[in-house]
């Protein structure tokens, strides 16, 4: 059984930072197996926001770019998200992701098999 925890989530006024974290157990962690952080407002779809590949390369939707950085610790089985210049539209619940199948794409919400339980970024302007 998959099982992702995240945390570091909360309550930022424009401008600030925060770093999330992603703890993932009960599979072979990173073996050809991307890792991805997706977030959702409420009545809006879930939207890809970073992808850190099995090999270590990442990518980042364009509303992020230059601002959010995922990376990876393979000994603590985690992955980040350090959010810097955070903006009110970041607010939303964040999600760890986990594909269904290796090979499988973590920017394609389809693809996913494994969530985490969500952590709330609030950015108040």
């Known amino acids: 059984q998959v099982l992702l925890v995240e945390s570091g989530g909360g309550s930022v006024e424009s401008g600030g930072s925060l770093r999330l974290f992603c703890k993932a157990s009960g599979y072979t962690y990173r073996r050809n197996f991307c890792m991805g952080w997706f977030r959702q407002v409420p009545g809006k779809q879930r939207e890809g926001v970073a992808v850190?590949?099995?090999?270590?390369?990442?990518s980042y939707a364009d509303s992020v770019k230059g601002r959010f950085t995922i990376s990876e610790d393979n000994a603590k089985n985690t992955i980040y998200l350090q959010m810097n210049s955070l903006k009110p539209e970041d607010t939303a619940m964040y999600y760890c992701?986990?594909?269904?199948?290796?090979?499988?794409?973590?920017?394609?919400?389809?693809?996913?098999?494994?969530w985490g339980q969500g952590t709330q970024v609030t950015v108040a302007s």
């Open positions: 850190i590949n099995s090999d270590g390369s990442t």
């Open positions: 992701a986990v594909p269904s199948f290796t090979g499988g794409e973590c920017d394609d919400e389809v693809q996913i098999g494994y």
